[in-house]
C-alpha cells in the first residue's frame, strides 16, 4: 500500500511523499518536498509597489499560477510577494539548491523549512519534474503584515529515484494541499514570508 505525505506535516516540515510498497509496481520515490527542473540563480526583483498584482507563473521553471485575486495597495504588494516565495521555494526543490535570496524574503524559521525539505530530496536520491499549479490569496493585509493562503496541486508533477519515475497519484498524492501564511514588511521593505504551515486540503 502507497502511503502519502503531503508536504508539510504537522505545521511544519511536509512536502513529503510516497513511502511503502506498490502492488506488482516498482516502490514509488519516498519524498520530503515535491518540484521541478533546474533554472539559474534569480537576481532578487524590486519591491513590488503594491498598486496591482503580478503573475509570476514560469513555464520554464515548472510553476503555474491560477485563480490569481484582483487586489489592490497593500494587499496586493504582499501577494506579488508571496507569490514570488512561492517561486523561489518551487525553483529550490526543483534544482536541489537553496538560494541566498531567501535571507530576504523568508524568516528563518521558514528558510529551516525549505532547506530541509530540499535536503530531504537529496538524501532520498529524489529529483522532481513537471509542473507545479498553485493559487495564492491575501486575506488580510496593512502596511507592515499581511496573512494569507496558498492552495498546491501536484497533479503535474513526478518524482524520479533510482526505481524510476512516478507521478504524484502513482505516489498517491491526489489531493491539493492549502499553506497558511504571514508575511511582514520590516520598515516598508520587501515582503518576508514570517510563518508556513500546512492546514490539510483544498
Known amino acids: ?4 505525505v503531503a ?12 513511502a511503502g510498497c506498490s502492488s506488482g509496481r516498482h516502490e514509488p520515490p519516498k519524498v520530503t518536498v515535491p518540484p521541478s527542473a533546474v533554472a539559474e540563480s534569480p537576481t532578487p526583483s524590486p519591491t513590488p509597489t503594491g498598486e496591482s498584482v503580478i503573475d509570476p507563473s514560469d513555464p520554464k521553471l515548472g510553476i503555474v499560477f491560477t485563480k490569481m485575486p484582483v487586489l489592490t ?6 501577494l506579488n ?13 526543483s534544482t536541489g539548491k537553496v538560494d541566498p535570496i531567501f535571507m530576504l524574503i523568508a524568516s528563518s524559521d521558514v528558510q529551516a523549512i525549505v532547506q530541509a ?3 530531504g530530496n537529496i538524501a532520498l536520491g529524489v529529483t522532481i519534474h513537471g509542473t507545479l499549479t498553485e493559487s495564492v490569496n491575501i486575506t488580510r493585509a496593512d502596511a507592515g503584515t499581511a496573512v494569507g493562503t496558498t492552495c498546491q496541486d501536484f497533479s503535474g508533477v513526478t518524482f524520479t529515484n533510482a526505481k524510476g519515475t512516478f507521478t504524484a497519484a502513482e505516489g498517491g498524492i491526489v489531493d491539493k494541499y492549502l ?11 520587501g515582503w518576508i514570508v514570517e510563518t508556513y504551515k500546512g492546514n490539510g486540503t483544498c
Open 1 to 4: 500500500m502507497i502511503r502519502a
Open 7 to 18: 508536504r508539510f506535516v504537522v505545521g511544519a516540515v511536509l512536502v513529503g511523499l510516497m
Open 73 to 78: 495597495g497593500d494587499a496586493a504588494a504582499a
Open 81 to 93: 510577494g508571496l507569490s514570488f516565495f512561492e517561486s523561489e521555494f518551487w525553483r529550490a526543490l
Open 117 to 119: 525539505q530540499v535536503d
Open 179 to 189: 499553506f497558511d501564511v504571514t508575511l511582514s514588511r520590516p520598515n516598508g521593505a
